[in-house]
């Protein structure tokens, strides 16, 4: 089941959207939980990422998505945007799968070589 959000305005909407938000994700999947009744744990649940900044800092990550994506800070908090060090990065989507339970994750072509990294660190996790 994927977990989504509108993204067909992009720059104009989707950064500055309450959309992009784990509270916002968190109801979403509480929509499917309630809908699926006793088959939820047999649902597993996919993110597409959005945009992939690896920087020193999480902080630099989101400013250099923002133009793309908008609001740095909404990106800071966000299952949709993968920012900072590599070890951030882990940690945010290990997170997301204890507090969401999100599965799996989506990552376009164009920020593979960023992600790379992150595969041999999620595969032993």
């Known amino acids: 089941?994927?977990?989504s959000t509108n993204?067909?305005?992009?720059?104009?909407?989707?950064?500055g959207s309450s959309h992009l938000g784990s509270d916002v994700v968190a109801e979403q999947i509480g929509w499917v939980r309630d809908a699926a009744g006793?088959?939820?744990?047999?649902?597993?649940l996919h993110i597409r990422v959005f945009g992939v900044a690896v920087r020193p800092t999480r902080e630099e990550g989101a400013e250099a998505l923002a133009d793309q994506l908008g609001d740095p800070e909404m990106l800071l908090r966000s299952p949709f945007v993968w920012v900072g060090p590599i070890e951030a990065i882990h940690e945010q989507v290990l997170r997301y799968r204890e507090e969401l339970g999100i599965s799996y994750y989506t990552v376009s072509q164009r920020h593979a070589d960023q992600a790379t990294p992150?595969?041999?660190?999620v595969g032993g996790s």
Do not use: H, K, P, Y
């Open 1 to 3: 089941m994927s977990i």
């Open 118 to 121: 992150l595969v041999a660190l």
């Open 38 to 44: 006793d088959r939820f744990d047999d649902i597993e």
């Open 7 to 15: 993204n067909t305005t992009r720059t104009q909407e989707v950064g």
